[in-house]
């Protein structure tokens, strides 16, 4: 009797049945199931948030660059760069020349003003468009110069590209 016992207790020690093993692959399959679809577009939705922190950036920025304006007397400047170079169509932020329309943060000074070096910036001339990527799909904004005293620069909504040059349809979830 005693060798049965040792031969049951060896037994028992050697690692799961089958009917256990297959319990906990069903078990992770339904977890998996659940929880893939909440973890698979994080990407996409980095990128939107990505955008929106940028927007967020452009909006202080043309409020910060319109108080130096205002404080500076340089609130009624018209376009940059007339007369050339006697500084009325500029205000200085951390070192960084700033151009001025109508007294407002120009679309030119977008990237220095506030700081968008990761960003892609489409555009000449007013409309920019601030992406992370020229690319269609990709979330994007526009910002358009200021057409008037008393008249401050729009920034749209975040959008989707509809192709390298054109920011588009609006996106999902803003």
Request: proline content about 4%.
């Amino acid at each position: 009797m005693n060798t049965m016992n040792s031969a049951v207790r060896i037994r028992k020690e050697r690692g799961f049945t089958l009917i256990e093993l297959v319990m906990v692959i069903v078990i992770l399959g339904i977890l998996a199931a659940f929880a893939l679809p909440r973890f698979a577009d994080l990407g996409g939705e980095a990128e939107t948030a990505s955008i929106e922190g940028a927007r967020g950036s452009v909006k202080s920025a043309a409020g910060i660059v319109r108080s130096a304006a205002l404080a500076q007397g340089k609130d009624t400047v018209t376009t940059p760069g007339t007369p050339a170079g006697d500084g009325s169509d500029i205000v200085t932020l951390e070192g960084t020349d700033i151009n001025l329309v109508n007294g407002y943060l120009a679309g030119d000074s977008l990237s220095g003003a506030a700081q968008l070096g990761d960003f892609a910036i489409v555009g000449a001339s007013s409309p920019y468009i601030v992406t992370t990527s020229a690319e269609s799909g990709k979330p994007c904004f526009t910002f358009a110069d200021s057409s008037g005293n008393n008249s401050p620069p729009t920034v749209s909504a975040v959008q989707s590209m509809a192709d390298a040059s054109t920011c588009g349809s609006t996106s999902a979830g803003s």
